[in-house]
């Protein structure tokens, strides 16, 4: 089934560590997305990557990086800089960025 | 820039009532609109969407027309269900910027 995967679905982080969100997908997209989710707030997007090799800055990117190193893949990282990481994180794609986007089931992490 | 504006919740209705959720926007150019459902602990998923104006899009019994002269892209249907209980999120994509912009959700609640 194609779809698009993220793990785990609940993480935990103490103070002042990095921590990695993993996001797969595989529905041949050449555009992922990453969200975070705070109650009543909606959505506002972090990174987002057209293409391998490639990603721009979205809304809120201080505190978090990504890579996309493989078309499937887009990892983020929650680095310590994120003043307020507990939330709901999530990944999407979409075939071009301009097609529609599909989401995956999303990561909820708290900082302990 | 752009923006999307809905209605405040939570809403609650019982089974078989008429549900209207209502949306507007800001936006450069002319926008795609499209209504995205969020079920409880999952990511969302594209309820309907509408490309131009007085375009209507529908599914599952929703539906939301386009309406540029009051920018606006209301949601409704006709006879609610328990299952319809989620999460309902607003979005727009601006012209020839991929992003989209969300409203803040309404949390819909339908009671048997």
């Known amino acids: 089934d194609g779809g698009i995967t993220q793990s785990p679905k609940y993480l935990f982080r103490k103070e002042g560590q990095n921590v990695t969100l993993s996001c797969e997908q595989n529905l041949n997209h050449d555009a992922m997305y990453w969200y975070r989710q705070d109650p009543g707030q909606g959505l506002r997007l972090i990174y987002y990557?057209?293409?391998?090799?490639?990603?721009q800055k979205g809304d809120i990117a201080e505190g978090y990086s990504v890579s996309r190193e493989k078309k499937e893949s887009f990892p983020l990282t929650v680095t310590s800089a994120q003043k307020n990481p507990t939330a709901f994180y999530l990944c999407?794609?979409?075939?071009?960025?301009?097609?529609?986007?599909?989401f995956g089931p999303g990561t909820r992490l708290t900082v302990l | 820039g752009n923006s999307v504006t809905q209605m405040e919740g939570p809403v609650t209705l019982s089974e078989e009532a008429f549900l209207t959720i209502n949306c507007t926007y800001t936006a450069t150019g002319y926008p795609s609109l499209f209504w995205y459902v969020q079920y409880p602990g999952e990511g969302l998923q594209l309820l309907l969407k509408a490309t131009k104006a007085d375009d209507k899009g529908s599914n599952k019994g929703f539906e939301a027309t386009y309406r540029k002269e009051t920018t606006s892209f209301h949601l409704e249907k006709g006879s609610v269900q328990v299952s319809d209980s989620a999460v309902y999120f607003c979005a727009l994509r601006g012209g020839s910027n991929y992003k989209l912009t969300f409203g803040k959700g309404t949390l819909l609640t339908v009671n048997p």
């Open positions: 999407a794609s979409s075939f071009r960025r301009d097609n529609e986007q599909f």
């Open positions: 990557s057209q293409i391998v090799n490639d990603f």
